[in-house]
């Protein structure tokens, strides 16, 4: 035991005398973690921002088709519910949106060169997308340029033509001996979709912590329109048939371009920090030409093949199809009023 006493304190006074030497080469280690600094650096503020919410758009739409001398005409009045969202990026004064809305209720009145009616409901959904970059402002408002994407479907129900769905003479009932036939019938109502570039200006102003006002207008240089119209010519009557006769064979097929403008405006009012209640308006318009396609089919009734009085020739059919390529233009405008409520995280 006496031993031990002088080798502890040998080694105690040589760790004593090394202790300034392991100072001075603490940075040889540097996977040690150094003190906490006295004052912590706050985070940086999130440049992002949320948005999202629900609209309700009241519209009036007006719709004109012509094909060569024929032409569709509807008014309507429609209701439509919408979702939307929009993310603003701070850091490079830009922001992303999307919105879709789909119609639940649609009602008005149509002509056709031949006939008029009540819309019997029909078909309102759009899908878009803008993104948008202000780099002219303050915190107060910006204004800047946007680039967008807009998928349309625009089809009140017209009433629909009805169009042999027989395509050759095996498609025809017929009973051998007598003068009557019958076809086979289908029809369908409007539809029409339209896919629009949207190239425009924004802006938005905060005139408040509680008060704020978003607008945009859109050219639309370039829209692609196609569908079909289900009421521009004639019905087709119902059977049974005798002798020959023309019948329609498809309905009439719509295919062209168009250009136009777009425009909305919305005051919104903040009761709370991260709530808002906007109102506004809404129009979009559009015009051009389109190609129209259709066909019919030419039926030779029964015939008596040998001049026995017997009619035991089956009747025969012929199809030929038509391509109007001129004096169809056509024009669609919706326009109305907007209710919102959006909430910002």
């Known amino acids: 035991m006496s031993r031990l006493l002088p080798i502890a304190a040998v080694s105690t006074l040589a760790l004593c005398l090394a202790a300034p030497g392991l100072a001075a080469d603490y940075g040889m280690y540097p996977e040690l973690r150094p003190a906490y600094p006295n004052q912590w650096a706050l985070p940086e503020d999130d440049p992002l921002r949320f948005e999202a919410g629900l609209r309700y758009w009241y519209s009036w739409g007006e719709q004109d088709f012509d094909v060569g001398p024929l032409n569709q005409s509807t008014s309507d009045t429609t209701h439509s519910g919408e979702a939307h969202f929009r993310i603003d990026d701070d850091s490079t004064q830009s922001y992303v949106k999307g919105y879709a809305g789909y119609a639940f209720l649609m009602e008005g009145d149509y002509s056709t060169t031949v006939s008029s009616g009540s819309i019997a409901n029909g078909r309102l959904g759009y899908v878009g997308a803008d993104f948008g970059y202000m780099p002219f402002g303050n915190e107060v408002g910006s ?25 050759s003479s095996a498609d025809i009932a017929w009973t051998e001996g007598s003068p009557f036939y019958n076809l086979g ?75 136009g403008a777009m425009g909305e405006v919305m005051v919104g009012f903040k009761p709370t920090e991260n709530m808002a209640l906007r109102v506004g308006g809404r129009a979009w318009y559009l015009q051009g030409q389109t190609e129209a396609t259709y066909s019919t089919v030419s039926v030779i009734g029964p015939a008596d093949s040998d001049a026995d009085g017997d009619l035991d020739q089956a009747p025969t059919l012929t199809e030929q199809g038509y391509i109007t390529t001129q004096d169809n233009p056509f024009s669609l405008f919706r326009y109305g009023l907007l209710a919102e409520l959006s909430v910002t995280f």
């Not at 946007?146 to 129900?157: Q, V």
């Not at 109502?189 to 425009?200: C, E, S, V, Y």
Request: cysteine-free; charged content about 15%.
């Open 143 to 167: 204004v800047g340029g946007l680039i967008g994407y807009l998928y349309w479907n625009d089809s009140p129900n017209a009433g629909r033509n009805s169009f042999t769905a027989a395509d």
């Open 185 to 259: 019938f289908d029809s369908e109502a409007n539809n029409l979709d339209i896919h629009a570039l949207r190239l425009g200006l924004t802006g938005r102003a905060e005139i408040s912590d509680m008060i704020d006002i978003t607008a945009e207008v859109a050219a639309v240089p370039y829209a692609h329109v196609s569908g079909n119209l289900g009421n521009v010519l004639m019905d087709s009557a119902s059977g049974p048939f005798t002798g020959n006769n023309v019948f329609l064979s498809s309905p009439v097929n719509v295919e062209g371009m168009g250009y």
